[in-house]
């Protein structure tokens, strides 16, 4: 199962979302926050570190003096103005510096600032400028170095003989500790049968009681099916309560047995104490300091690791479950165990060592660093130890939630978040301590108060960002726009959803680094870093909507005015749907190329970065540009005037530089035919020379008819003329032609033809369709009439000739015979 949270589009922005935007601005609030904490850094460092004030006097008589000698002279106090007014310019100057400068500025003084500090805490916390001299004096001095070596010799004595009779005890008492572990394993496991058959039994009778009622409310009608529900229910957590309460009479019905094992356990641990009682007894040169280096070790080594690490077994008994006195999962104990023991040895460890240097005269200041060095180590140890168990506490939070749905919101809260208070204080408190800063807990109070409070009104204030989102993106359901518009608006939800994530990540920065107490005012004081940024986002941010709705209106008006004239059915509202179609890709270009370029300038300007030499480069270049790509120029104003002129059109059937073909695109200098043949044939603009374009108004369908000069010219006329009505009042052909044939006449007379010409006004798309059918009735009419075609008159020449002369016999002109 898995919790989740309304989202705020529905009114509530998910815990798992907000509990990310926080992670993600934690870092950034913890170097913002860095100055505040070492601020609180004690008043005597600060006052050590603290350069010394510069003591200020009045005018000596001799600066006096110069003074007045400055002010008689007209040359000298005319200079002296000069300079005055330069300085007083300079300051309005330094105030109008750009974004980028203060930005490097600002990451200066708050390097410079945040080194002063850090250095503070070094000498604060840590000051290890007695450990020279004291590794000189055990250097040079024999007494010291005999001190050293009587107390560790003892040491050593000490750990080897107590680790010796440690394990030896340990082995003796073994087979003792096996039979009481054996006999705790037998008698856990014939008690978890003997509860398993009574709680199975329970739930048994349990199910039949429910059934029993569910039919007598089927039966009797006297419960409702809600009132079977909740009996149902009833009986479930009761039954559930029942299981808790037997795990918690196993663990107390182990308790003999895990006693009986820990008393043996603390009868090892009394062997370090032992043996420094021994050495103390039986040492033949005891010293004050080699006897408390000894008890130190035996009570921290012995006493306090064994009894941690035996009060750890209780509890926990990783290896040993049927000896566990908590009803802790095998995981989540063995994962506990591990952790606490190593921080237990590392305290052990570390305080015996601090405690022999001490014995051997080690600087108190020493000591006392270290000593923060190792509590700042066990504080790492626990933030490794936090952070490897957010798994197991976030499914914790996920059972609890899926078991009570009342608290599935808190429960998903803490799952994400709980880790980062847990490391605040961690840390923290380490701080404090190590800093000895004066009201420090307090301090750390208040601190995770504010923070509370901080991240209350952040949530608020993304329950309000996403809530009014969403809202508008809902009310546009009811405000009757088509489809495309919807779709467009739309479309940035996911943009608007992102830039309002990024400003709830810069708002939590900043209410966190408030309630830490970091000096915002650094950053959003009078003159500095954050009022230009943000007025220089704002101005961007506006730039960019209304960049952004300036191309949506312009595409969306252009797409309803197609869409309009869609609607309507005439052949011109057609031409111009095409010419529109074909000019908004051009429109669109040219139009997002400004738009580009003036929120280009707009980011730059408010970037500082000033803009009048770049757009002096630009005009220099844009000149160059021209006159090294006239040709690229004179084809782009070429076609601009044909497609004003509405001379082409994607569509078209078009003879181009004597290439005929339709038009299948139009870029921003060339267009591209397709012959009949399937070639591909691009022009650029300026290399056109004819023009002729088949689907401007109409077309017509020219009519020829070249016969035998013996034929009767009036017959042909009215042959053609007949055709002409019959297509005319045919279905087929009816929507295609636009008026009545119109004969010519006698076009041309030959040596052997005459030909009659007559034309059909028909559509753009029915001019072949109406000439090819035509043509082919005129020649059946022609054969059924007996009208004969003129024989064709061919010009042969060349090897052609000769070849027809041999074949055909054709007589000599010299000779006068035959030449085949």
């Given at each position: 199962?898995?919790?989740?949270?309304?989202?705020?589009?529905?009114?509530?922005?998910?815990?798992?979302?907000?509990?990310?935007?926080?992670?993600?601005?934690?870092?950034?609030?913890?170097?913002?926050?860095?100055?505040?904490?070492?601020?609180?850094?004690?008043?005597?460092?600060?006052?050590?570190?603290?350069?010394?004030?510069?003591?200020?006097?009045?005018?000596?008589?001799?600066?006096?003096?110069?003074?007045?000698?400055?002010?008689?002279?007209?040359?000298?106090?005319?200079?002296?103005?000069?300079?005055?007014?330069?300085?007083?310019?300079?300051?309005?100057?330094?105030?109008?510096?750009?974004?980028?400068?203060?930005?490097?500025?600002?990451?200066?003084?708050?390097?410079?600032?945040?080194?002063?500090?850090l250095h503070i805490l070094h000498q604060s916390i840590i000051d290890f400028g007695a450990i020279a001299p004291w590794v000189q004096a055990l250097v040079h001095d024999p007494a010291l170095q005999a001190r050293v070596g009587h107390i560790a010799l003892r040491v050593v004595i000490m750990l080897v003989c107590s680790y010796l009779l440690f394990f030896g005890v340990r082995i003796i008492l073994r087979p003792l500790y096996r039979r009481i572990s054996s006999m705790a394993k037998k008698h856990d496991h014939m008690v978890f049968q003997q509860e398993a058959e009574k709680l199975h039994k329970t739930r048994a009778e349990a199910t039949e009681a429910a059934t029993d009622t569910a039919r007598t409310a089927a039966t009797h009608n006297e419960q409702t099916k809600e009132e079977a529900a909740a009996t149902q229910a009833s009986l479930e957590d009761s039954l559930r309560h029942q299981g808790a309460l037997t795990q918690l009479m196993l663990c107390l019905r182990r308790a003999p047995y895990t006693l009986a094992c820990a008393l043996l356990e603390l009868i090892t641990i009394c062997t370090f104490p032992l043996i420094a009682l021994l050495m103390g007894v039986l040492d033949p040169a005891p010293s004050t300091e080699a006897a408390h280096a000894i008890w130190s070790i035996s009570w921290l080594i012995g006493i306090g690791l064994g009894v941690w690490t035996l009060v750890l077994r209780i509890f926990l008994a990783p290896q040993t479950p049927w000896l566990r006195l908590s009803i802790l999962r095998d995981s989540s104990s063995t994962f506990i165990f591990r952790y606490f023991r190593q921080i237990g040895v590392i305290l052990a460890w570390g305080f015996s060592l601090l405690a022999m240097l001490h014995a051997m005269a080690m600087p108190m200041a020493v000591s006392s660093g270290l000593q923060k060095l190792l509590l700042l180590a066990v504080h790492l140890f626990l933030a490794v130890m936090i952070i490897r168990s957010r798994k197991r506490v976030q499914h914790a939070c996920q059972h609890i939630g899926a078991a009570n749905r009342r608290l599935q919101s808190i429960m998903a809260l803490v799952s994400g978040s709980w880790w980062i208070v847990a490391l605040f204080f961690d840390f923290a408190l380490w701080l404090v301590w190590a800093a000895d800063i004066d009201g420090g807990y307090q301090l750390i109070l208040q601190i995770f108060v504010r923070t509370l409070v901080a991240l209350v009104a952040v949530r608020i204030v993304s329950i309000l960002a996403y809530g009014g989102l969403e809202r508008f993106m809902r009310a546009l359901d009811s405000w009757n726009l088509n489809e495309e518009t919807l779709f467009r608006i739309r479309r940035y939800y996911p943009a608007a959803t992102t830039v309002i994530r990024l400003v709830m990540a810069v708002l939590t920065i900043l209410a966190l680094a408030l309630a830490w107490g970091a000096p915002v005012y650094i950053l959003l004081g009078h003159d500095t870093l954050g009022p230009r940024i943000f007025q220089a986002a704002l101005t961007i941010l506006v730039a960019l909507v209304i960049g952004i709705l300036a191309w949506e209106v312009a595409n969306v008006t252009i797409e309803h005015h197609i869409r309009r004239l869609g609607e309507q059915d005439s052949r011109d509202v057609q031409i111009r749907i095409a010419r529109l179609q074909t000019l908004t890709p051009m429109f669109r270009i040219l139009f997002l190329l400004v738009l580009a370029v003036i929120i280009g300038l707009t980011v730059l300007s408010q970037l500082g970065i000033d803009t009048g030499p770049l757009i002096a480069s630009a005009s220099i270049f844009g000149v160059a540009l021209g006159f090294g790509s006239q040709k690229l120029v004179q084809d782009f104003i070429s076609g601009i005037f044909l497609l004003l002129e509405n001379a082409l059109t994607v569509g078209d059937s078009v003879t181009l530089n004597g290439t005929y073909g339709v038009i299948e695109r139009l870029s921003l200098r060339s267009v591209h035919v397709r012959a009949n043949d399937g070639s591909m044939n691009i022009f650029s603009f300026s290399s056109l020379s004819q023009v002729t374009n088949y689907n401007r108004d109409f077309s017509r369908a020219m009519i020829l008819a070249t016969v035998d000069i013996d034929s009767d010219t009036d017959q042909v006329a009215a042959i053609l003329v007949e055709i002409g009505k019959e297509m005319r009042n045919e279905e087929a052909y009816r929507d295609l032609i636009l008026a009545d044939f119109d004969l010519w006449g006698v076009s041309a007379i030959g040596t052997s033809s005459v030909s009659v010409k007559g034309v059909y006004p028909t559509t753009n798309a029915g001019r072949w369709t109406v000439e090819w059918e035509f043509n082919r009735r005129m020649k059946k009419r022609f054969e059924q009439a007996g009208i004969q075609y003129p024989r064709d008159v061919v010009d042969i020449q060349g090897p052609a000739l000769e070849h027809f002369i041999n074949s055909r016999g054709v007589p000599d002109t010299t000779t006068g015979q035959n030449k085949a």
């Amino acid at each position: 199962m898995t919790d989740r949270i309304p989202h705020p589009n529905t009114g509530a922005a998910p815990y798992r979302h907000f509990t990310g935007l926080f992670v993600r601005s934690l870092l950034p609030a913890l170097l913002v926050t860095c100055l505040a904490l070492f601020g609180s850094l004690p008043a005597r460092a600060l006052a050590a570190d603290a350069p010394a004030p510069a003591t200020t006097t009045g005018l000596s008589a001799d600066q006096a003096r110069q003074l007045i000698s400055v002010l008689s002279d007209d040359a000298q106090r005319q200079k002296f103005l000069t300079t005055l007014q330069n300085l007083t310019q300079a300051e309005p100057q330094a105030k109008h510096a750009s974004v980028i400068d203060l930005a490097r500025e600002n990451i200066a003084l708050f390097g410079d600032r945040a080194l002063q500090q850090l250095h503070i805490l070094h000498q604060s916390i840590i000051d290890f400028g007695a450990i020279a001299p004291w590794v000189q004096a055990l250097v040079h001095d024999p007494a010291l170095q005999a001190r050293v070596g009587h107390i560790a010799l003892r040491v050593v004595i000490m750990l080897v003989c107590s680790y010796l009779l440690f394990f030896g005890v340990r082995i003796i008492l073994r087979p003792l500790y096996r039979r009481i572990s054996s006999m705790a394993k037998k008698h856990d496991h014939m008690v978890f049968q003997q509860e398993a058959e009574k709680l199975h039994k329970t739930r048994a009778e349990a199910t039949e009681a429910a059934t029993d009622t569910a039919r007598t409310a089927a039966t009797h009608n006297e419960q409702t099916k809600e009132e079977a529900a909740a009996t149902q229910a009833s009986l479930e957590d009761s039954l559930r309560h029942q299981g808790a309460l037997t795990q918690l009479m196993l663990c107390l019905r182990r308790a003999p047995y895990t006693l009986a094992c820990a008393l043996l356990e603390l009868i090892t641990i009394c062997t370090f104490p032992l043996i420094a009682l021994l050495m103390g007894v039986l040492d033949p040169a005891p010293s004050t300091e080699a006897a408390h280096a000894i008890w130190s070790i035996s009570w921290l080594i012995g006493i306090g690791l064994g009894v941690w690490t035996l009060v750890l077994r209780i509890f926990l008994a990783p290896q040993t479950p049927w000896l566990r006195l908590s009803i802790l999962r095998d995981s989540s104990s063995t994962f506990i165990f591990r952790y606490f023991r190593q921080i237990g040895v590392i305290l052990a460890w570390g305080f015996s060592l601090l405690a022999m240097l001490h014995a051997m005269a080690m600087p108190m200041a020493v000591s006392s660093g270290l000593q923060k060095l190792l509590l700042l180590a066990v504080h790492l140890f626990l933030a490794v130890m936090i952070i490897r168990s957010r798994k197991r506490v976030q499914h914790a939070c996920q059972h609890i939630g899926a078991a009570n749905r009342r608290l599935q919101s808190i429960m998903a809260l803490v799952s994400g978040s709980w880790w980062i208070v847990a490391l605040f204080f961690d840390f923290a408190l380490w701080l404090v301590w190590a800093a000895d800063i004066d009201g420090g807990y307090q301090l750390i109070l208040q601190i995770f108060v504010r923070t509370l409070v901080a991240l209350v009104a952040v949530r608020i204030v993304s329950i309000l960002a996403y809530g009014g989102l969403e809202r508008f993106m809902r009310a546009l359901d009811s405000w009757n726009l088509n489809e495309e518009t919807l779709f467009r608006i739309r479309r940035y939800y996911p943009a608007a959803t992102t830039v309002i994530r990024l400003v709830m990540a810069v708002l939590t920065i900043l209410a966190l680094a408030l309630a830490w107490g970091a000096p915002v005012y650094i950053l959003l004081g009078h003159d500095t870093l954050g009022p230009r940024i943000f007025q220089a986002a704002l101005t961007i941010l506006v730039a960019l909507v209304i960049g952004i709705l300036a191309w949506e209106v312009a595409n969306v008006t252009i797409e309803h005015h197609i869409r309009r004239l869609g609607e309507q059915d005439s052949r011109d509202v057609q031409i111009r749907i095409a010419r529109l179609q074909t000019l908004t890709p051009m429109f669109r270009i040219l139009f997002l190329l400004v738009l580009a370029v003036i929120i280009g300038l707009t980011v730059l300007s408010q970037l500082g970065i000033d803009t009048g030499p770049l757009i002096a480069s630009a005009s220099i270049f844009g000149v160059a540009l021209g006159f090294g790509s006239q040709k690229l120029v004179q084809d782009f104003i070429s076609g601009i005037f044909l497609l004003l002129e509405n001379a082409l059109t994607v569509g078209d059937s078009v003879t181009l530089n004597g290439t005929y073909g339709v038009i299948e695109r139009l870029s921003l200098r060339s267009v591209h035919v397709r012959a009949n043949d399937g070639s591909m044939n691009i022009f650029s603009f300026s290399s056109l020379s004819q023009v002729t374009n088949y689907n401007r108004d109409f077309s017509r369908a020219m009519i020829l008819a070249t016969v035998d000069i013996d034929s009767d010219t009036d017959q042909v006329a009215a042959i053609l003329v007949e055709i002409g009505k019959e297509m005319r009042n045919e279905e087929a052909y009816r929507d295609l032609i636009l008026a009545d044939f119109d004969l010519w006449g006698v076009s041309a007379i030959g040596t052997s033809s005459v030909s009659v010409k007559g034309v059909y006004p028909t559509t753009n798309a029915g001019r072949w369709t109406v000439e090819w059918e035509f043509n082919r009735r005129m020649k059946k009419r022609f054969e059924q009439a007996g009208i004969q075609y003129p024989r064709d008159v061919v010009d042969i020449q060349g090897p052609a000739l000769e070849h027809f002369i041999n074949s055909r016999g054709v007589p000599d002109t010299t000779t006068g015979q035959n030449k085949a």
